[in-house]
């Protein structure tokens, strides 16, 4: 927090916190005229679409047929490209992405790691699919861009300091003070690579090519569900997003945090056995209107994978239809992140719980891309 681009934030951690590159997981603060892509992350967008659907004999293994033929998952994307939601080359960064083939094709993917797919349901009945996903391929080009950028800038800033010294020591004739202030500008530390910030036009460009994957993070979950919807003959009642990594209109920055406004409708999904938290905000300033985007990791995917086993992750997904629960998703076991009860314990100043959203159906996919 003695990092330049935090002086003056009001910065709050998340009760799901768990270890991030350049910050945790579970970060909000406004960093006010400074961004810092890397904070952000690489998934711009990520979120939960919530679709309350009608009750009735839901066919859970018309369901999973639909996903495996219908919607592509992990790094699989469509043969063809899809229709966009913008105009790509209104990113600010689009002559330097690549593959934009891909990210054409990528609309109404799932990807990999904790991204999911739910059919669950809560204790009076009423049924829900659930869409984890986000910004796919685009979103991490944008993310790369911007932090490469950052980094550079920091670099240029940090030579033209030192150049900055040493023309005012020389001005002051007192040039033999200037190996012991170059020491001591060194000894003050740098910026980290991972921290590393942009200002002003940069700021803004970031702030704009962050706010359209946005906008196709939110395209690719609707897809998703638009299209289970129509070839399972479901029928919807309502939907709503609850959205992190990102920087909102209150210019909070959600890094795996979501928005818990007063009133708020939000969804906190837990782990695959246990299900999703429904919640409103409370609009609770001193927790920078936020809340926990999920239960947080209390295992590595490294650790996961050489500790857990298979057959116990069958056993907690008993009675819940998966045809995903394997090898390839056993990082994703629920033994591998903190207790539902343990998130209820540590929001009540935040969010407000209604009731338990239990899975009756789960698709992941094993790769992490």
Request: include cysteine.
């Amino acid at each position: 927090m003695r990092q330049e681009a935090f002086k003056n934030s009001k910065v709050r951690i998340m009760p799901d916190v768990h270890l991030g590159i350049g910050c945790v997981v579970g970060f909000t603060g406004d960093l006010g005229d400074k961004v810092i892509p890397n904070v952000v992350g690489v998934d711009i967008g990520c979120g939960m679409l919530t679709v309350e659907i009608e009750d009735y004999n839901i066919d859970l293994a018309l369901i999973d047929y639909v996903i495996h033929k219908h919607v592509p998952a992990g790094f699989n994307i469509h043969r063809r490209p899809v229709e966009m939601p913008f105009d790509l080359t209104k990113i600010k960064v689009y002559n330097r992405l690549k593959n934009i083939r891909r990210i054409e094709s990528s609309i109404g993917t799932l990807g990999g790691g904790n991204h999911f797919i739910e059919i669950g349901k809560s204790d009076d009945g009423r049924v829900f699919l659930v869409v984890h996903t986000g910004s796919r391929n685009l979103g991490k080009q944008v993310a790369d861009i911007y932090q490469r950028l950052a980094i550079s800038k920091m670099k240029k800033g940090s030579v033209q300091e030192r150049q900055r010294v040493i023309e005012q020591l020389i001005k002051d004739n007192e040039q033999e003070k200037i190996p012991e202030a170059l020491k001591m500008l060194d000894a003050r530390g740098g910026i980290p690579k991972s921290l590393a910030y942009l200002e002003k036009e940069d700021r803004n460009n970031y702030l704009h090519d962050m706010r359209l994957c946005q906008i196709y993070a939110s395209a690719n979950r609707h897809k998703i569900a638009d299209t289970i919807i129509k070839h399972a003959q479901l029928k919807e009642i309502e939907r709503f997003e609850t959205i992190h990594n990102y920087i909102g209109d209150d210019n909070i920055v959600r890094k795996g945090a979501i928005s818990a406004k007063k009133g708020e409708k939000v969804l906190i999904p837990i782990n695959m056995r246990d299900g999703s938290l429904f919640g409103i905000g409370l609009g609770n300033p001193d927790w920078n209107y936020s809340g926990p985007h999920g239960a947080g990791r209390i295992m590595s995917r490294r650790e996961a994978k050489r500790s857990l086993l298979v057959e116990d992750l069958k056993k907690d997904m008993k009675g819940i239809y998966t045809t995903t629960a394997n090898i390839s998703t056993i990082d994703e076991s629920p033994r591998a992140y903190k207790s539902m009860a343990e998130i209820i314990d540590n929001i009540k100043d935040t969010i407000k719980v209604l009731f338990v959203i239990k899975p009756i159906y789960n698709f992941k996919s094993g790769d992490q891309d």
